[in-house]
């Protein structure tokens, strides 16, 4: 873990798809609240089902994934791929809840970690931007939940038709 400059981790977070929400005033306040960077090597973990949520990350750089963890077989199903920008844990860390997938670095990667600790103070001191974070996960949800309601509509219909549908 290092300590990386402010002005950098003002430009990645301007950069992500959260900086249109938060813009250049509210992206170097996160930066200043950015504690550390993380590197992670191939397989790496950065954090596991079930781990407390104190932080969330923005990628930096290389991928990371979400994975199912298959106790018994040791296996590990990757779900969804995450690049350059992409909010990682930021929902666990909102709600408190136990984080509900793990998270693991495909090749070397580095994420900024941004602590409860370190976030929580700017629910007085700039609601403002805190609104507006939220009002970006709220938005990413609401496409997420969308694109599978899209997708279980075109699954419906495929199966309706017995597979001449638009699959």
């Known amino acids: 873990m290092n300590i ?10 301007l950069e992500a798809p959260i900086g249109q929400y938060i813009g ?3 992206a170097g306040i996160l930066a200043q609240q950015a504690a550390t960077e993380i590197t992670l090597d191939d397989g790496d973990f950065l954090y596991r089902t079930g781990d407390v949520a104190n932080s969330f990350y923005i990628v930096t750089s290389g991928r990371l994934a979400f994975c199912r963890e298959n106790k018994s077989t040791g296996k590990t199903s990757l779900l969804h791929t995450l690049h350059q920008g992409d909010l990682i844990g930021e929902l666990s860390f909102i709600d408190g809840e136990p984080r509900s997938i793990s998270v693991q670095a495909l090749g070397a990667a580095s994420v900024l ?3 409860r600790e370190d976030i929580d103070p700017l629910i007085t001191t700039h609601p403002k931007l805190v609104f507006d974070f939220m009002r970006a996960v ?13 997708q279980q509509a075109e699954l419906a219909d495929y199966i309706a038709t017995g597979g001449k549908g638009r699959f």
């Open 24 to 26: 250049e005033s509210g």
């Open 113 to 115: 970690c941004f602590n």
């Open 4 to 13: 990386p400059k402010e002005e950098n981790v003002a430009r990645l977070i």
């Open 138 to 150: 709220v938005k990413r949800v609401h496409h997420t939940v969308t694109a599978i309601g899209q």
